[in-house]
């Protein structure tokens, strides 16, 4: 069976550095490698075709997407109350776990640096 296969040959990402991430700018590649975290994506470029325009999705029907999540989120709403449910349950005795575990004396500290 063939596959397809994306092959980008040229991006370009436009950040808005008046993002929180970049004020103040003092090194560009460490600010964005460190503390962008996406929301300073303005616009995003491939291969010539405009993909992000001043931070809305060109390439997908955002309003479709997103009354299909809501369809989606209703019938996965009562699946995720039975996990919390359960969850709720179960927390007492995994906080019990927990404490015996830490009670347990290793002979040594558990955090570098600590004795």
Known sequence: ???????IRGGLVLFDLADPAFVPLNDAARQL?????????ETVIV???????????TTLNEPKLRDAVGEAMEKFRP??????ANARRLTP????ADRRVWE???????YI???
């Open 79 to 84: 699946e995720a109350e039975r996990v919390v």
């Open 33 to 41: 490698v460190y503390a962008e975290t996406g929301r300073g994506v």
């Open 104 to 110: 347990q004396d290793l002979g040594f500290g558990r």
């Open 113 to 115: 640096g600590r004795r």
């Open 1 to 7: 069976m063939p596959t397809k296969r994306l092959l």
């Open 47 to 57: 291969n010539g075709r405009v993909i992000l325009d001043k931070r809305r999705v």
């Open 93 to 96: 005795y995994l906080l019990e």
